[in-house]
């Protein structure tokens, strides 16, 4: 038991000085808070994804009918089924000690299944030899990039739906609060100044509308892949097997939806992903281009929610519930600062930056293929991981929100110049002459007191219905549609 707990401690040990000593902030300091994108995004995520595309793509070989590579046992299918279930980071490291000798990552992925007695690897394969007859048929006719850019997108998949759970959470909580807030009169502020009034929910309704048509152009992409050689021409199977339609084999391969725990054997696999007919070596990554633009274009939305929370938090609209033992300022002890939303505006930034430089740099290639795509893909974790921090942080800043109704009303009272806008329309309704440069001279640039409108208005030749309605109204009740809009999101 002793041994068990000096294990675990010096276990721990290592966890926190791999955190204090991380070159990012992503596996340092925020670590624990991206625990779902690491499986995904890290390098044994993407060893993961090769295993897994390598033996989707051995398996369905079986099913060509060549004489010599029968169809697979429903034992065999199993057994790679299970190793690609099953793939482990201890599995990753291996891979990774044998391509210390190969030094080629997807060559390295390759031995480790099917085994290399020179290099002394047994493989995946060891204890079937139906599968080790058939070992030469791993990686059969591919070039690294058809096990890459397949694997990409299955890392994209996978992060995308965890980016879409945040971003679906954020949804939901503004909602929320757009419905409960939807009759709270706020006073507007266009180009800063004081401007007609709307409502708390309605604003939030507004962010509401935007980020629902963003998270739509986000999953509405789709995420493509090719198997189709060193030049997307298909000449190593032509030039192996010309009688098979490769290219349908392919989209079959790559369309046909990735197995689940309780698939059965005689069921064929897939990867789940659309098929990419035309390609150079790689695949052109222009649905990443569209992937990641539609990413930045919601981190850019939210950047706009964080900057306009901070300002209500500023000007005393918001509450931040306390939290004990928590610190504002170093000095001011009564510091309760809107950390969670400048939080989530720098690394929204951070996020947008990486993507606008991954949707840029990545559909180009000279000629056929160069390697500047390879290391920058490595970053798509680091991108969409700035992402998902920044939804974490909003989420937990809209959590801390309270209304404060005595802020909000005594902006209200402190601005009936507001209600230049509608007596000037009434005005105009009636035909008044020169409705708008007489509110104009009387309100513009000056402190406007109720009793001067309420004067101003009992002076006018309008319908007394009119003149009633509008002495009757005030800066709080002059919010239009917004309660209704609010509702309705």
Same mark, same amino acid.
Request: charged share 20%; net charge negative; hydrophobic share 45%.
């Given at each position: 038991?002793?041994?068990? !707990?000096? !294990?675990?401690?010096?276990?721990?040990?290592?966890?926190?000085?791999?955190?204090?000593?991380?070159?990012?902030? %992503?596996?340092?300091?925020?670590?624990?808070? %991206?625990?779902?994108?690491?499986?995904?995004?890290?390098?044994?995520? @993407?060893?993961?994804?090769?295993?897994?595309?390598?033996?989707?793509? @051995?398996?369905?070989?079986?099913?060509?009918?060549?004489?010599?590579?029968?169809?697979?046992?429903?034992?065999?299918?199993?057994?790679?089924?299970?190793?690609?279930?099953?793939? &482990?980071?201890?599995?990753?490291?291996?891979?990774?000690?044998? *391509?210390?000798?190969?030094?080629?990552?997807?060559?390295?992925?390759?031995?480790?299944?099917?085994?290399?007695?020179?290099?002394?690897?047994?493989?995946?394969?060891?204890?079937?030899?139906?599968?080790?007859?058939? +070992?030469?048929?791993?990686?059969?006719?591919?070039?690294? #990039?058809?096990?890459?850019?397949?694997?990409?997108?299955?890392?994209?998949?996978? +992060?995308?739906?965890?980016?879409?759970?945040?971003?679906?959470?954020?949804?939901?909580?503004?909602? #929320?609060?757009?419905?409960?807030?939807?009759?709270?009169?706020?006073?507007?502020?266009?180009?800063?100044?004081?401007?007609?009034?709307?409502?708390?929910?309605?604003?939030?309704?507004?962010?509401?509308?935007?980020?629902?048509?963003?998270? *739509?152009?986000?999953?509405?992409?789709?995420?493509?892949?090719?198997?189709?050689?060193?030049?997307?021409?298909?000449?190593?199977?032509?030039?192996?097997?010309?009688?098979?339609?490769?290219?349908?084999?392919?989209?079959?391969?790559?369309?046909?939806?990735?197995?689940?725990?309780?698939?059965?054997?005689?069921?064929?696999?897939?990867?789940?992903?659309?098929?990419?007919?035309?390609?150079?070596?790689? #695949?052109?990554?222009?649905?990443?281009?569209?992937? @990641?633009?539609?990413?930045?274009?919601?981190?850019?939305?939210?950047?706009?929610?964080?900057?306009?929370?901070?300002?209500?938090?500023?000007?005393?609209? @918001?509450?931040?519930? =306390?939290?004990?033992?928590?610190? +504002? &300022?170093?000095?001011?002890?009564?510091?309760?600062?809107?950390?969670?939303?400048?939080?989530?505006? +720098?690394?929204?930034?951070?996020?947008?930056?990486?993507?606008?430089?991954?949707?840029?740099?990545?559909?180009?290639?000279?000629?056929?293929?160069?390697?500047?795509?390879?290391?920058?893909?490595?970053?798509?974790?680091?991108?969409?991981?700035?992402?998902?921090?920044?939804?974490?942080?909003?989420?937990?800043?809209?959590?801390?929100?309270? =209304?404060?109704?005595?802020?909000? !009303? !005594?902006?209200?009272?402190?601005?009936? *110049?507001?209600?230049? #806008?509608?007596?000037?329309?009434?005005?105009?309704?009636?035909?008044?002459?020169?409705?708008?440069?007489? =509110?104009?001279?009387?309100?513009?640039?000056?402190?406007?007191?109720?009793?001067?409108?309420?004067?101003?208005?009992?002076?006018?030749?309008?319908?007394?219905?009119?003149?009633?309605?509008? %002495?009757?109204?005030?800066?709080?009740?002059?919010?239009?549609?917004?309660?209704?809009?609010?509702?309705?999101?």
């Amino acid at each position: 038991m002793q041994a068990h !707990a000096d !294990a675990s401690l010096a276990h721990a040990a290592d966890a926190v000085d791999a955190a204090i000593t991380a070159l990012s902030p %992503l596996d340092g300091r925020y670590a624990p808070k %991206l625990a779902a994108l690491r499986p995904i995004f890290s390098e044994y995520g @993407f060893m993961h994804r090769r295993v897994q595309v390598e033996l989707t793509w @051995f398996e369905r070989l079986s099913d060509l009918g060549l004489p010599q590579f029968p169809p697979l046992s429903g034992a065999a299918r199993a057994h790679l089924r299970r190793v690609v279930r099953e793939f &482990s980071p201890a599995d990753a490291a291996a891979i990774k000690a044998i *391509e210390k000798t190969t030094n080629h990552d997807v060559k390295a992925v390759e031995y480790w299944i099917r085994g290399n007695a020179e290099l002394g690897v047994p493989g995946v394969f060891a204890g079937w030899p139906e599968l080790q007859r058939a +070992g030469e048929f791993v990686h059969f006719a591919c070039t690294s #990039e058809d096990i890459n850019n397949t694997s990409h997108a299955l890392q994209l998949q996978a +992060g995308r739906a965890v980016l879409l759970q945040g971003l679906d959470a954020i949804i939901a909580r503004l909602r #929320e609060a757009a419905h409960a807030w939807a009759a709270q009169p706020m006073l507007s502020r266009t180009h800063g100044q004081t401007a007609s009034p709307t409502t708390v929910g309605k604003e939030l309704a507004n962010v509401v509308a935007r980020l629902q048509a963003a998270r *739509e152009r986000i999953a509405a992409v789709r995420l493509l892949a090719k198997m189709n050689g060193a030049v997307g021409n298909y000449n190593a199977h032509v030039a192996a097997c010309p009688d098979v339609d490769w290219e349908a084999f392919s989209r079959g391969v790559v369309e046909t939806p990735a197995p689940g725990p309780d698939t059965p054997p005689d069921v064929p696999i897939g990867l789940g992903l659309t098929f990419q007919p035309y390609s150079i070596q790689i #695949e052109p990554h222009d649905y990443m281009a569209e992937l @990641f633009d539609a990413v930045a274009r919601s981190n850019t939305i939210l950047v706009d929610l964080a900057r306009d929370v901070w300002g209500y938090i500023s000007l005393g609209y @918001f509450k931040q519930k =306390l939290k004990a033992g928590e610190i +504002g &300022s170093s000095t001011m002890p009564h510091k309760v600062n809107p950390i969670d939303f400048e939080n989530a505006e +720098g690394n929204l930034g951070l996020a947008n930056a990486l993507l606008r430089h991954l949707s840029e740099k990545l559909p180009i290639s000279r000629w056929q293929r160069d390697l500047t795509d390879s290391t920058v893909l490595r970053n798509m974790g680091v991108a969409l991981g700035y992402a998902v921090l920044a939804h974490q942080s909003l989420l937990t800043g809209l959590a801390k929100l309270e =209304l404060n109704p005595e802020a909000l !009303a !005594a902006d209200l009272n402190a601005a009936w *110049e507001v209600l230049a #806008e509608p007596i000037q329309t009434v005005m105009r309704l009636h035909g008044v002459p020169g409705a708008y440069e007489k =509110l104009k001279a009387a309100t513009r640039g000056q402190t406007v007191t109720p009793e001067a409108l309420h004067a101003l208005i009992a002076s006018l030749d309008i319908p007394a219905a009119d003149k009633a309605r509008l %002495l009757a109204l005030t800066p709080a009740q002059y919010t239009g549609l917004a309660e209704a809009l609010a509702r309705r999101i």
